[in-house]
């Protein structure tokens, strides 16, 4: 058995994107895995390395930095799904299938067989 968190809509979604919808999206990824880790990795560095030794640093100012990106990060998160939604039903196939972003869940909890 395996498990997924994405749900069959947006599998089914990403299964039937044209080649340059599917460049679109990988594009978007990749924007949005350089974000990740400005984001949510540079303050694991500043807080758990040498980092502030190195570049000279105050300790507090690195705790700040580290919690204003964490932050930051985190409110972003719902505009990022909220465009991933958008971009999949606007999709040749999603709009097709009556696809709709307000109806759209990119998460659910199952278990198949592999």
């Not at 968190?5 to 679109?24: M, T, Y």
């Not at 030794?53 to 985190?74: E, W």
């Not at 909220?82 to 999603?94: G, P, V």
Request: proline content about 4%; some cysteine.
């Amino acid at each position: 058995m395996r498990w997924s968190l994405r749900s069959k809509s947006a599998k089914e979604i990403v299964d039937h994107l044209r080649p340059e919808e599917h460049e679109k999206l990988s594009a978007f990824a990749g924007i949005y895995g350089v974000w990740s880790a400005i984001t949510g990795g540079l303050p694991i560095v500043f807080l758990l390395s040498d980092f502030t030794l190195v570049m000279g640093f105050p300790n507090d100012l690195t705790r700040v930095l580290a919690a204003i990106l964490v932050t930051v990060h985190a409110i972003c998160i719902p505009f990022c799904f909220r465009w991933q939604k958008k971009f999949l039903c606007s999709t040749e196939w999603a709009r097709q299938q009556g696809f709709r972003p307000e109806h759209l869940k990119f998460f659910e909890f199952r278990r198949y067989a592999s």
